[in-house]
């Protein structure tokens, strides 16, 4: 079975600029989370979705972040503006139906700002 | 303030020792899941907890949940260089889903 699965690994940007994250969870998953990981923290949930919708954005700075995922599969998560405190590990996981089975994660995409 | 509060931060062991890394909720648990993350990797589920008093084994690892006492607790028998790597709890509080501040585990051969 196939991961979940993420790009890019690694991104390098300057302040202002902006970026986008893709992620593709495990096929049949329901619940997609994109969490973002400050270093020396446990991640933090940004947005979670069932199938197309979201349940929670409630952590996700809306002014500068976005998410999507459109059909329901794959999902992008946008950064525009970036600032230097968005330094961080953006994860990507996903789960048969919401927090009652456990989150199956992708390795991550590094965003650094400078 | 966090939900879910790790202790001890960090642990150094010599492989064959044990140890124990604890798990504290802020409100009432229903169910706890253990990760484990290696630097620059994604997590990787260990095991979930889901009623009070219930323990499970995994090769040398054990978890519990106490409801009760809004805790949960991991040990590591014999540890091994390859128990290495950052332990996490989470937990699904309300609409949101949490993880602990994390334990970083070292384990000296």
């Known amino acids: 079975e196939a991961g979940v699965a993420q790009s890019p690994r690694y991104k390098i940007i300057e302040k202002r600029q902006s970026v986008a994250f893709w992620c593709n969870p495990i096929?049949?998953?329901?619940?997609l989370y994109w969490y973002q990981q400050i270093l020396g923290q446990g991640p933090k949930l940004l947005i979670q979705?069932?199938?197309?919708?979201?349940?929670?954005d409630s952590q996700l700075p809306k002014d500068r972040f976005s998410a999507e995922r459109l059909k329901g599969v794959d999902s992008t998560l946008k950064i525009q503006p970036a600032k230097l405190e968005d330094s961080a590990v953006y994860l990507c996981a996903s789960s048969l139906v919401g927090f009652d089975y456990e989150q199956y994660f992708g390795p991550g995409t590094r965003l650094t700002v400078t | 303030s966090q939900e879910l509060e790790q202790s001890p931060q960090s642990l150094i062991v010599q492989e064959g020792k044990n140890l124990t890394i604890n798990c504290t909720s802020s409100?009432?648990?229903?169910?706890l899941y253990w990760y484990k993350q290696k630097y620059g990797e994604g997590l990787i589920f260990l095991m979930m907890l889901q009623k009070g008093g219930e323990e499970k084994s995994h090769e040398k690892i054990t978890a519990k949940l106490d409801e009760k006492k809004q805790q949960s607790s991991l040990h590591i028998t014999a540890s091994q260089p390859s128990h290495a790597g950052i332990y996490l709890c989470?937990?699904?509080?309300?609409?949101?889903?949490?993880f602990g501040t994390g334990t970083s585990l070292t384990v000296i051969p």
């Open positions: 979705f069932q199938n197309n919708g979201v349940v929670d």
């Open positions: 096929s049949g998953h329901a619940t």
């Open positions: 409100k009432t648990l229903y169910g």
């Open positions: 989470g937990a699904g509080l309300g609409n949101q889903f949490y």
